[in-house]
């Protein structure tokens, strides 16, 4: 399904050099303007016709525009009063379906100005996203509010979430994204499709809620990871001794505290902070 507007829009890109726009380096701006990979990325949470999709970061509104066109209604926070403008009146162009938030994201609870359920959907600015991401993937309740998360990342990044035990790239958030929720990578972007092209190139990763295992503190299994990842080159009994009980738990559970982190399979990490914290 394609929603147009109630009133023709000019191209993205003569909208922008309407307003006088241009990415903010300090903000951590690519601005895409490619419609059909816009619409192509908006695709990917399944049929938005009715959804709710909070949008981090939205700029001048490429991704806004396709996310309203799939018949989505948008909550999208901005933090850079230039393109407070361009996206009003994107809103007057779709009545109504696009509300706009000035303010950074990290100060706003998406569950709080949804009230129902919703997808994120972003083109995370690189300086926030993973911040953003862990935050979406740590709430007690669960399943949480949100149904799935389509997020650009820097490859790197993207990589590092979907990433197996045992390789190079394997780390703190590929538990937190895997332990109960699944994450694939759902698209690569060149680096040429934004404009002024990044330095590295970005994926697109797609997560929806799983399951979560019974009796696991996600506050506790966060700290875990946090420490035995933050200094992933030493021994487990060395990383984790700042959380009482870590290393006595670990020969409970049979895990050789000499190992380091990224040998700890996500069962296993799960596995630790259920006996920590019965």
């Not at 109504?96 to 994201?105: M, P, S």
Request: aromatic fraction near 6%.
């Amino acid at each position: 399904m394609t929603v147009a507007p109630a009133r023709p829009l000019p191209p993205l890109r003569e909208a922008v050099r309407a307003h006088g726009l241009s990415a903010s380096k300090a903000l951590g701006q690519n601005f895409l303007f490619d419609e059909q990979l816009l619409d192509r990325i908006a695709a990917l949470p399944g049929n938005l016709d009715g959804e709710l999709v909070f949008e981090v970061g939205p700029g001048p509104g490429g991704l806004t525009r396709a996310l309203l066109r799939a018949g989505a209604e948008v909550i999208a926070v901005e933090r850079d009063d230039r393109c407070l403008p361009l996206l009003g009146e994107l809103s007057d162009a779709f009545e109504g379906r696009l509300r706009v938030i000035a303010g950074d994201a990290m100060a706003h609870d998406p569950e709080a100005l949804a009230g129902r359920p919703y997808h994120i959907v972003a083109n995370l600015p690189y300086n926030v996203g993973t911040a953003l991401f862990t935050r979406w993937l740590e709430p007690r309740a669960w399943p949480p509010q949100w149904r799935s998360l389509t997020l650009m990342f820097q490859q790197e990044v993207a990589e590092r979430i979907v990433a197996a035990v045992g390789t190079s790239a394997y780390g703190r958030l590929s538990v937190l994204a895997q332990w109960r929720s699944s994450a694939r990578i759902a698209m690569r972007v060149h680096r040429s499709a934004f404009t002024p092209p990044p330095k590295v190139m970005s994926a697109i990763v797609h997560v929806v809620p799983a399951e979560q295992p019974p009796s696991v503190d996600p506050a506790l299994l966060s700290r875990l990871t946090e420490k035995g990842f933050g200094q992933r080159r030493k021994m487990l009994r060395q990383s984790l001794k700042g959380v009482p009980g870590a290393v006595e738990a670990l020969e409970t559970i049979g895990i050789d505290p000499t190992r380091r982190a990224e040998t700890v399979s996500v069962a296993e990490w799960v596995a630790l902070a259920r006996t920590l914290g019965s």
